[in-house]
């Protein structure tokens, strides 16, 4: 069974750039999950969608980060304009509508 | 909020020795917690997932514990090897099945 897939791998903006991440699920999984984890530091969630919806946002900077998930399938996670405390790596995880997540290998972003 | 933490924040051990990795959590209404590793610039690999039910899930060498009344899980390495070496993270999904971590226990196995 193919894992939870992400591109591109390793990513190096500017500040004030645009940056897009791309996370393909796991078949069948209707639950994605974007986090962002800072060198030292745990994840953090910053989005939930369960097929094309939002669950939970709560934690996503609005006002530079977006992300959708058209037709509950594929995801991109949006950054515009990046800040030099955006870097980080970018998570992508899928679930069934609950229960274990499995996570992609990652997106490590450099904000420079 | 869940609040997760995790001691040690860094253990070194040498090789054969058995290990235990402490994670404690604020909101006792979870109804699972799961246990990962990390290796240096990669995503996380699930190791154990502990229903709130349960008391104790193996896989191999890897032992996890959950008691929810305390807020406190562990994860008992045995027999450690070199290929051990990692950080390992706990996580524990409150509401929608939304992860909270702790910072990771950064293990290094001495061959």
């Known amino acids: 069974e193919a894992g939870v897939a992400q591109s591109p791998r390793y990513k190096i903006i500017e500040k004030r750039q645009s940056v897009a991440f791309w996370c393909n699920p796991i078949?069948?999984?209707?639950?994605l999950y974007w986090y962002q984890q800072i060198l030292g530091q745990g994840p953090k969630l910053l989005i939930q969608f369960q097929n094309n919806g939002v669950v939970d946002d709560s934690q996503l900077p609005k006002d530079r980060f977006s992300a959708e998930r058209l037709k509950g399938v594929d995801s991109t996670l949006k950054i515009q304009p990046a800040k030099l405390e955006d870097s980080a790596v970018y998570l992508c995880?899928?679930?069934?509508?609950?229960?274990?997540?499995?996570f992609g290998p990652g997106t490590r972003l450099t904000v420079t | 909020k869940q609040e997760v933490t995790q001691i040690p924040a860094a253990l070194s051990v040498p090789e054969g020795e058995n290990l235990v990795l402490n994670c404690s959590f604020t909101d006792s209404a979870i109804y699972n917690l799961q246990w990962f590793r990390q290796d240096p610039g990669k995503g996380l690999t699930s190791l154990l997932l502990i229903q709130s039910s349960q008391r104790e899930q193996t896989s191999g060498r890897l032992n996890a514990s959950l008691d929810k009344s305390s807020g406190r899980s562990t994860l008992y390495i045995a027999a450690s090897q070199p290929g051990d070496s990692a950080t390992y993270l706990c996580a524990a999904p409150t509401g929608a099945n939304n992860l909270f971590f702790g910072t990771g226990t950064r293990l290094t196995v001495i061959p």
């Open positions: 078949s069948g999984h209707a639950t």
């Open positions: 995880a899928s679930s069934l509508i609950s229960g274990e997540q499995y």
